[in-house]
């Protein structure tokens, strides 16, 4: 995240500075294939470079440089490059070449080049693309762009590896010598240099070597807690009669942005008109009120920035909102109403890595309200903005026990606003209704051996309301195309009858859908006393989940939220057979995941009832091998067949 620093212009005639990149010499990208056997693609040389120059017109610029092996068919989709930046921003320099196998290098044309620049707006994004031609095995691609904007950043945070190895990676931060930055590392004991150029600015440099690829694996923490990575904010700038600090604390960080949010200072409550609320004699119902207005007037947005923030006027125009609108709005509303509220920036558990050292927005994924104890209200209480169905007071675990870090910002004489924070712990909020998937098949199998399905699904809980956002703008055609792939998993045969399209009650935290499939061929028939009935209609959930050996697994096992699932499968079989040899119920149990099986005759044929709960919490890699045998004792039932003779 990055904020401008602007400066009023104090000196004339200074020449314009800029990052330079240029091509990396050959000698510099030799490698041995056969080093990386599983990666589709090495990345050579990658390199990040940010520039701040005081001058006549303050200015920033942001810079990436790229050098990519290509080592099977299976990334080739980088030969496919876009660059996007802010429409107020200026793309200074862009150029690529590439190395097919015994050839020269061949610099790409700029006239290649396609643009999307019909963005003006501040909020608006441009992008420039190109694309390599006539790649094959063995290619390689190098690429490099700088980008200029006005005014002077505040900071950044980046990650430097991705899905393919790094061999070499830089970090380079250069800016004029009236201004104080400071860069921090993270899982790494590397030293970042300090120098002072010819030109008299400051440059700080991180060099790093032999990054591998980022494991692509089930619950696993956020990458930021593992990987190598870099963040630098700007602590003060001093030129001429002008000087300020920043970013030396939290408030200092929140100062303008808190403003901003508590509609104190900038555009985001203009032409903003406060509703009008139903009459409440306390305060509870003037919390739930305003809770009940947000829900109906600016409802949860689907894949939103969670930490970016519209005009309110744009949000209940659009009635979609993200996490941070949500919160801003609601706070707002609870103020109008005469309670002292407050926000509060929060990550979610092992979603990413903060430093509270450091201050820095550029980890925070969620935000809440919070409501101090105060008159009419007994206790202090967290609202989660996003979460219709949880009560006041109550979080989702994956926001319960977090040290959040809780903000006010006041009026300060006539125009000043002073932001007051503090770390604060979230483990005093109750819980919230766990989430819980239920699933209840009413399953007949005819003299043929056709399995005709009918199933219900209810989801419960916070998530409850997230399917419903994931869902909102699907046709019956799309869920028509999930029922099908669904179906899929259990026969090649089967055939969707009917499907029933998700609905959901917010409020309530409930969402229902179902399906009827049927499934030829299913049963098999020994003679004419007995029956042979696998399970492989169960469904299909956790069927990816932790399948990699101890052996194969790097990271420690994360698992983010609570949830249940349960699967009630009843089975009416042919008049007159009888199952035969119950499988014994297999129960599994760890510290984190708690898993049944169990089968039971009925008097139509049998009910098969599986459970999965998950807590909140982490196992080390040691442990592994257990939290896999609970997924796949619960995954495993759907191999089971059961068998039936005649009586």
């Not at 920033?60 to 050098?67: D, I, Y």
């Not at 490059?81 to 200026?90: D, E, L, P, T």
């Not at 079989?573 to 199952?579: D, H, K, M, R, S």
């Amino acid at each position: 995240m990055k904020r401008l620093i602007w400066l009023l212009p104090v000196l004339a005639g200074c020449a314009h500075h800029s990052i330079q990149l240029g091509w990396v010499d050959d000698a510099a990208l030799a490698y041995d294939p056969a080093e990386y056997p599983d990666d589709a693609a090495v990345v050579l040389h990658r390199s990040d470079h940010q520039l701040m120059v005081i001058a006549d017109d303050n200015y920033s610029q942001s810079g990436r440089h790229e050098v990519v092996a290509l080592q099977t068919e299976a990334a080739f989709a980088l030969a496919e490059v876009k660059i996007a930046f802010w429409a107020k921003n200026r793309l200074v320099t862009m150029k690529a070449r590439m190395k097919r196998p015994n050839s020269a290098w061949e610099e790409l044309d700029p006239k290649a080049q396609l643009s999307d620049l019909t963005g003006t707006g501040a909020r608006d994004v441009n992008a420039k693309f190109f694309r390599f031609p006539r790649i094959e095995v063995g290619t390689l691609l190098e690429y490099y762009w700088v980008i200029e904007s006005d005014g002077l950043s505040w900071g950044d945070d980046q990650q430097t590896v991705g899905q393919y190895p790094v061999r070499r990676y830089l970090f380079e931060l250069e800016a004029s010598k009236q201004m104080v930055n400071t860069v921090t590392t993270y899982n790494t004991a590397l030293p970042i240099k300090s120098e002072v150029l010819p030109n008299k600015n400051n440059r700080l440099t991180l060099e790093i070597h032999d990054i591998p690829r980022r494991p692509v694996e089930d619950y696993a923490p956020d990458w930021t807690f593992s990987e190598p990575r870099w963040a630098w904010r700007t602590l003060a700038f001093d030129w001429g009669s002008q000087s300020s600090k920043a970013h030396h604390t939290w408030d200092e960080l929140l100062n303008y942005r808190g403003g901003v949010l508590f509609g104190l200072e900038g555009e985001l409550f203009e032409e903003f008109v406060a509703p009008t609320l139903p009459a409440c004699g306390d305060l509870t119902c003037k919390v739930a009120a305003a809770r009940a207005w947000v829900a109906k007037n600016a409802r949860n947005m689907p894949d939103g920035d969670g930490l970016t923030c519209r005009k309110m006027t744009e949000v209940l125009e659009a009635k979609r909102a993200n996490t941070q609108e949500r919160a801003v709005l609601l706070r707002r509303l609870l103020s109008d109403a005469g309670l002292d509220a407050r926000l509060a920036f929060a990550t979610r558990h092992w979603s990413a890595q903060v430093d509270p050292q450091f201050p820095t927005l550029a980890r925070f994924n969620d935000m809440l309200v919070f409501l101090p104890a105060q008159p009419g209200l007994e206790k202090d209480t967290w609202l989660d903005p996003t979460c219709d169905s949880c009560a006041a007071g109550a979080l989702p675990s994956e926001l319960r026990g977090l040290e959040v870090l809780l903000f006010n910002a006041t009026r300060l004489g006539i125009k000043g606003v002073e932001v007051k924070s503090e770390w604060r712990s979230t483990v005093d909020a109750a819980s919230a209704q766990t989430n819980l998937v239920r699933i209840a098949h009413r399953a007949q199998l005819d003299a043929a051996g056709t399995l005709t399905d009918t199933m219900a699904r209810t989801a419960q809980g916070p998530s409850a309301q997230w399917e419903e956002m994931s869902v909102g703008n699907q046709t019956h055609q799309d869920f028509l195309k999930e029922a099908r792939k669904e179906a899929g998993r259990s026969s090649a045969l089967a055939r969707v009858v009917e499907v029933s399209p998700q609905t959901c009650v917010v409020a309530a935290g409930t969402c229902e859908s179902g399906r009827k499939v049927e499934l030829p061929a299913y049963s098999t028939a020994e003679s004419e006393t007995r029956l042979l009935v696998p399970l492989n209609a169960l469904t299909d959930a956790y069927g990816n989940r932790l399948t990699k050996s101890k052996a194969q697994r790097v990271s420690d096992v994360y698992l983010r939220h609570e949830e249940a699932f349960e699967e009630v499968f009843e089975l009416d079989v042919q008049p007159g057979f009888a199952l035969e040899n119950v499988p014994q119920t297999v129960k599994v149990k760890t510290g984190l995941v708690e898993t049944s099986v169990k089968v039971e005759a009925t008097a139509k044929g049998a009910r098969v009832t599986r459970t999965l709960k998950r807590d909140i919490g982490g196992v080390t890699l040691a442990e592994y091998d257990e939290v896999q045998s609970a997924f796949r004792a619960f995954q495993d039932a759907r191999h089971l067949v059961l068998s039936f003779v005649k009586k």
